[in-house]
Nanobody
Framework: QVQLVESGGGLVQPGGSLTLSCAAS????????MHWYRQAPGKEREWVAR????????SYADSVKGRFTISRDNAKNTVYLQMNSLKPEDTAMYYC?????????WGQGTQVTVSS
């Protein structure tokens, strides 16, 4: 059974930091590129960041570039999203997403709220 389980969300003040984790099981994690998406209330889901299957290639949405860092540990079947200098507009449900050759999987999401 394929599972992607996100954790690490919560309430943080503007300028603060959080690290999200996504633990994968039920598929060969090291074969999959991994992504983070987010969805704010009333808005469409938007892509945030991606990392290649080996971890040597990453890319970011302009809105988070320089503040967020995606990484992965294939030995732990886990992908991370380090989020620094958080802004209220980063408030959203954050989802991890796995993709390889037409096969794709979504997690259930973890809520991030940036507010004073």
């Amino acid at each position: 059974q394929v599972q992607l389980v996100e954790s690490g969300g919560g309430l943080v003040q503007p300028g603060g930091s959080l690290t999200l984790s996504c633990a994968a099981s039920g598929f060969t994690f090291s074969d999959y590129g991994m992504h983070w998406y987010r969805q704010a209330p009333g808005k469409e889901r938007e892509w945030v960041a991606r990392i290649s299957s080996t971890g040597d290639d990453t890319s970011y949405a302009d809105s988070v570039k320089g503040r967020f860092t995606i990484s992965r540990d294939n030995a732990k079947n886990t992908v991370y999203l380090q989020m620094n200098s958080l802004k209220p507009e980063d408030t959203a449900m954050y989802y991890c997403f796995a993709y390889n050759s037409g096969r794709l999987y979504w997690g259930q999401g973890t809520q991030v709220t940036v507010s004073s």
